[in-house]
Every structure is written in C-alpha cells, then in structure tokens.
C-alpha cells in the first residue's frame, strides 16, 4: 500500500454531488447512489474506462456505517489451538482460552469503549463495501466487446467442471481511497477477477475496504477505532498507550493527530497506516463470521509480489490444511516442507509449504486467513500489542517458538523458554508463474 496521493481529481463533496445531479449516466449513480465505496469504486472504474472521466467530478469518499444496537454480545470464549515449535505434535492436543473478558455489552456511541465496555454487533458491516454493480457491469461489458453487455462468465465458469474453482469466499482489497494509482491498480484487479471467476462472483465477494492515512487523523479516526475494536473493549485508552504500535492511537494530541512527529513522516506513518488497515479487515472478516477470507492490497497483482493467479484462489481456499491459520499467497522464496501438491481447475500445478523455518520474508499483499486466526491474534493484541505487520506475522508469529502449550508468551530469543508457535503458517507457489500487468500499472516501490 502506498501514501495516500492527493489530486485534483478529487474535489469537495458538494461539487461532487452537484456534478452528479446534472448528469443522468450511469456514473451518476457511482456518485450519489453508492457513497459507501465512493471514490476509489468510481476511480477505479473509471481507470478502466478513461473516456467517462468528462462525466463526472469525484470526491464523496468512504462513507461510515450508521451505528446500529446489538443484537446479541460477542462471544470472546475459544479454542485456540498453538501449533508445536516443531511440528510434531497434534495441532487439537493444545487447547486454550481466549483472553478477552467474559461478557461484551453494547457501545454508548461509535466504537470506542473503555475496558470491559461491549461491542455492537457488526455482523453485516462488510456489506458496504461490496463492488458497486454498476462498476461491475463496466468491467464486464469490456470483457464482453460490446457495451450492452451487463454480465461475464468467466474463464472458470466455462471451463471448469460444475463451476468448480469459481470464487466463492469473501475478497477485501485494500485502497486508499484518495490514490489514483490505487485506483488503477484495483482496476486491473477487478479485471483479472471478472475475467477468471465471472462478474456475479465479484459483485457477490469482492469488498474494496479503506486504507489508513495516518498523517490525515482526526480525519477517518472512526476506521482506526474499528480496528481496534477488540482491543478498546477490554483495555482503556490509558492502557493501550502503553502497547507497542497501538500507542499512536492512544497517545494522540489535542486535535486528535498523531503526538509523535515521526509516525506522521513516511516511512513510519506508512507502516503503521497498514497495520491498522489489516486490522480493520481483520475485525471485519471476524465480525461477519467468515470460515476463511482473503485480503489483497491495492498492489497485490504487482508481478514482483504475486505468487499466485488469482484465478487459482479458490482453489488454494478448497485445498488449505485443516489446521491452517494464515496461508500467504506472495511471491517467497521457497521454504519449509512441503504440505501439498495440486492443480487448479485450469491446470495449474501449486505447492503449498508449511511455514516453519526462521525467514526474512516483507509484504503482506496477498494471503488467506482462517476464523480462527483473529481468534487467536485478537488475545495478543490486547496482551502484548503489535509490530510491523508483515514481519510480524512471517517472521514472528508464524515461525518463532516464542510461547508456552497455552499460548502465553515466553521470549522471541532462540532459546528463550518458548516451545511453542504461535499460528499455524502455509504459502503457496504457482509452478512457473508470473504476474502479468499492463504496461500503465503503476509498478510497486516497496
């Protein structure tokens, strides 16, 4: 994810409402109609069809969900199975509780609590962020060759056998809404989906969820204190101040921006913006109740990044191992012992290691996570805090005998007491594969 790029295709939300009340295209709709997606849907569509840029002027933005009362309270009781330090024994054999307190109430307004505060029930929260069909049908038609055309097979759909390989698990891609080359980005993405999986898939699964600009706070604060979620639940503001990484939430100034100087200044307000952006959608995917998600940055497609077509995703989904937490889809060096071999629906030949050998693998684009992982990850965060998300998912918590039979922390130090991982890790190759891009897709600067 890159540093939100500010431009002059974005203007102030009542030229961006007056512009769309004077035109009856279909655009106008994007604007007025589908404010949950807002301006990277409507960008997004639009890098895929240059020629509407004239329609319409952009700039409403991610909307907010309307707070709505709880319908029941969160359960925080689970079994979180530690996988051994090394791999030998039964993952089921280890058992433990979910650290959080026994019983969440309701919120009093927003998302922020203090300890022991509830939580709302934001079961169908994801559904505004769903692809907006009319930018679905854009893409689709283009697909199709002709501009009356509203819907899109799919190469799976026609070639595989009963639609088998179709997606069919929730997709969240994250986009800073005020980037144009996230937006270009995404509609490259958006593209390759339809094309492999069918348009009907992508409306029904694909999410595109906000990216954190941290150096805008107060701006969009509300996207942070959702991904803290969890957190704020059981630990006060006070408290969370003093948790690695979380602290630039708690230990904001006044005005409600960020108190250290250098969070604000790339590269540090870059990493801690994607922290909390996976953690949004960490929340999220937990809130809706999903066996298993995937989560896409805006450039996962980057062919320095991709391990994997994104036409063979569903098929990594329906092969990953029982006791999977977390299966990175990037393009890595190979490593750990090999868990599985299998083709997908078009032939594709994958192998999928599991993650068990010290590595110092970065990036975080593309990966699947299971419901247990934010069961799991949820009671660390409120424990011991975060780091810098990428290494510290790869190189820590995935490989790092660090922790005791019951998930307790010991030491990251080799040799320090732990015996213990902490998820259970996997990433997948595509025999031969190379992402392919357009020669206009703005190329990755990590």
């Known amino acids: 994810m890159r540093e939100a790029e500010h431009t002059r295709l974005l203007a102030s939300s009542h030229d961006a409402t007056s512009a769309a009340s004077s035109s009856g295209s279909v655009w106008s709709r994007v604007a007025l109609g589908l404010g949950t997606l807002g301006v990277i849907a409507a960008v997004a569509a639009l890098a895929t069809s240059p020629e509407t840029l004239m329609d319409i002027t952009l700039g409403l933005g991610l909307s907010l969900p309307r707070e709505t009362p709880a319908q029941h309270g969160l359960s925080t009781k689970s079994i979180r199975p530690v996988a051994s330090g090394d791999g030998t024994r039964p993952h089921s054999a ?5 650290a959080l307190v026994p019983k969440l109430g309701s919120h009093k307004s927003g998302h922020v609590a203090t300890a022991g505060a509830g939580l709302v029930d934001d079961t169908d929260r994801d559904k505004q962020f769903l692809i907006p069909p009319v930018v679905v049908e854009k893409i689709a038609g283009k697909l ?15 070639k595989a056998t009963h639609a088998s390989g179709v997606l069919r698990t929730p997709v969240y891609i994250i986009a800073m809404e005020q980037s144009t080359k996230d937006a270009q980005r995404v509609a490259e993405m958006l593209e390759r989906l339809i094309k492999y999986h069918g348009s009907r898939a ?47 939430y708690a230990n904001r100034d006044k005005k409600g921006r960020v108190g250290d100087p250098r969070a604000s200044s790339f590269p540090l307000s870059h990493h801690i913006g994607c922290l909390y952006a996976h953690l949004h959608d960490w929340q999220l995917s937990f809130d809706a109740h999903y066996e298993t998600t995937v989560i896409l940055e805006s450039d996962a497609i980057d062919p320095s990044l991709l391990g994997v077509e994104l036409s063979s995703i569903q098929a990594v989904v329906d092969n990953a191992p029982a006791d999977f937490d977390l299966i990175f889809l990037t393009n890595r ?23 068990t050998e010290p590595n110092e693998e970065a990036g975080l684009s593309s990966y699947i996570v299971s419901g247990t992982f934010y069961k799991k990850l949820r009671r660390y965060l409120v424990e011991h805090g975060a780091d810098m998300v990428d290494a510290w998912l790869s190189a820590k918590l995935c490989v790092k005998p660090a922790f005791d039979k019951n998930g307790k922390f010991v030491a990251w130090e080799d040799n320090g007491g732990g015996e213990y991982r902490y998820l259970s890790c996997y990433h997948v190759q595509q025999e031969g594969f190379r992402s392919v891009v357009s020669d206009a897709y703005p190329k990755a600067s990590r």
């Open 333 to 355: 060096e190979k490593g750990g012992k090999l868990a599985k071999k299998f083709k997908d629906q078009l032939g594709n030949t994958l192998r999928m290691y599991h993650l």
């Open 202 to 248: 992508v409306r029904e699964h694909v999410h595109i969820t906000p990216g954190i600009n941290v150096a805008g706070w107060p701006d969009k604060i509300e996207l942070v204190e959702y991904a803290l979620k969890s957190v704020l639940a059981v630990r006060s503001v006070g408290e969370i101040g003093a948790l690695p990484w979380l602290e630039t």
């Open 144 to 158: 199709a060759g002709r501009k009356s055309k509203h819907s899109y097979d799919g190469v799976l759909s026609k």
């Open 94 to 98: 280890l058992r433990t509780e979910d």
